[in-house]
């Protein structure tokens, strides 16, 4: 402590308390690099404010003696008493000296009621314990093409114009909605004009920012699939529309529920249906789209996974049929990551102006650099590439999947299109019912989710049908996981006492 001693001086709004020597509180700002001394100081000074160190209507040091105690200049002290009399955390009153203000209020330690979430589209938590985790909804991030796309940055940073760093079209950039009319027109059979195409975050996005649209029309109500991804009814709630579950059967949806749901819009997965992976039948995609036209109504179709099909080419995309009655939604999340956040819509031309200024108002629009090596990445051919790639991987892992499924539980099987990133897999009655099979799982270190999660149908007691994600495995661990579940079935089972 220097020779004056300096002390903060109790107010008539402080705390009863000693006096604390001033010093104490910044000298470890005050021996802060030079440049940035005067930032320290503030910010020293700004949580000794915040947390009550200092309370309100304490009377600070003159800045000649302050500046005397922590051996820094008089004028420093000056310009950081000026920065925080500015910003309220100070109050000064000519001729009386400087004060603690009442307008800071700490803020709340630790954040209440946020989980830890694993990674992954599905927002899982995090679960402690678990050596294989089957559930859906994550592809291989390591599959993600770190060299292309870094040189797609390098070459899009040296050759964007200044004036596409400004504020975006909320559209999107012009040459990345080009390159995905054409990609989409090519590999889903859409009808693709860029004119038609807005670049969103990703399918929920695309889909908050359509039932926002739907609402202001009106509509209340928008059908979803029964089962189905719980997601869609999260987002529409999100928008002030209600959801109700219609039931999918082997074909899809089925034609005399809809009929009679009095909803005029609805989320469909077509090409894949999720969770049970069926391909719509013809008749049941024209039995949907006759059912939009007579009620003037539209479908939303998730095309979540459309390009993964293993056995045959995939069937093309809803919106081919009726582009004025399908808005088509799509993303990378699935074919290169979900943290890029960028998806896209094609939108009917009824609703074009309106999806456009609710994006707008939004969010202004995706940023441009990472629009811009998107575009760069697809017209390079690295995209094509990349879902190659994909292709082959999720290929391998879902037949070890299937292979390690007959090898360890025999009568098993697994329904559904080979196809997308997840399997159906029903397992014979013996292992349920399903709840006490999670159980066992969970308590070998596996985790997965059954059917019943992901919608209102219930399975007969006693089967297990299990929602398996694989693409995020490799194929080895994948053998391990199903190899721990049925390791749980060897174990003896407790049984009642008496």
Not at 28 to 57: C, F, I, K, S, T
Not at 428 to 441: N, V
Request: glycine content about 12%; aromatic content about 6%; proline content about 7%.
């Amino acid at each position: 402590m220097t020779a004056s001693g300096t002390t903060w001086e109790d107010g008539p709004a402080a705390a009863p308390g000693a006096a604390q020597p001033a010093w104490e509180l910044l000298l470890p700002a005050a021996g802060a690099p030079a440049r940035g001394r005067g930032r320290a100081l503030q910010e020293a000074l700004r949580e000794a404010v915040r947390a009550g160190r200092l309370a309100p209507g304490t009377r600070l040091p003159s800045s000649r003696a302050l500046a005397a105690d922590l051996g820094v200049s008089r004028g420093l002290v000056t310009e950081v008493y000026e920065q925080l009399v500015a910003e309220g955390y100070l109050r000064s009153d000519r001729g009386s000296g400087t004060w603690v203000g009442g307008a800071a209020r700490s803020a709340a330690r630790g954040a209440r009621g946020v989980r830890d979430l694993a990674p992954g589209s599905s927002g899982v938590p995090g679960t402690p314990g678990i050596r294989v985790d089957f559930r859906a909804g994550t592809p291989d991030l390591a599959l993600f093409p770190r060299a292309a796309w870094g040189a797609a940055q390098r070459a899009v940073l040296s050759e964007l114009a200044h004036r596409e760093l400004g504020y975006p079209d909320p559209r999107g950039l012009p040459e990345l909605r080009a390159a995905l009319a054409a990609l989409l027109a090519r590999r889903r059979g859409v009808v693709a004009g860029p004119e038609r195409l807005v670049v969103c975050s990703g399918v929920a996005q695309a889909t908050t920012l359509l039932g926002f649209v739907l609402r202001a029309r009106g509509l209340r109500t928008v059908g979803v699939e029964d089962p189905g991804s719980p997601e869609h009814a999260r987002l529409f709630a999100s928008t002030g529309l209600d959801t109700l579950w219609l039931p999918v059967d082997g074909e899809g949806l089925e034609p005399g529920p809809l009929a009679a749901s009095g909803v005029r819009a609805v989320v469909a997965t077509p090409s894949h249906q999720f969770p049970s992976g069926i391909a719509y039948s013809a008749g049941r995609r024209a039995a949907l789209l006759d059912w939009a036209r007579a009620v003037d109504g539209y479908v939303l179709e998730d095309d979540y996974d459309g390009d993964f099909r293993y056995d045959r080419a995939p069937v093309g995309a809803l919106q081919g049929l009726d582009p004025e009655r399908v808005a088509y939604a799509g993303s990378v999340s699935k074919s290169l990551a979900p943290g890029l956040r960028l998806g896209w819509m094609l939108v009917p031309e009824a609703l074009l102006d309106e999806v456009v200024e609710r994006k707008r108002t939004m969010d202004l629009g995706n940023p441009a650099l990472d629009q811009a090596v998107l575009a760069r990445f697809v017209a390079d051919g690295g995209y094509d590439r990349q879902l190659r790639r994909c292709q082959r991987a999720y290929r391998e892992r879902r037949d070890a999947l299937v292979a390690a499924l007959e090898r360890h539980f025999p009568g098993s099987r697994v329904s559904g299109i080979a196809a997308g990133l997840h399997v159906i897999a029903h397992l014979p009655e013996e292992h349920g019912p399903t709840d006490r099979f999670l159980e066992r799982a969970r308590a070998a270190g596996v985790a997965a989710r059954p059917l019943a999660d992901y919608g209102t149908r219930r399975p007969p007691d006693g089967t297990v049908r299990l929602v398996l994600g694989y693409a995020h495995l490799t194929p080895g661990e994948i053998a391990r996981g199903v190899e721990l579940l049925a390791a749980t079935e060897r174990r003896p089972r407790a049984t009642g006492g008496g």
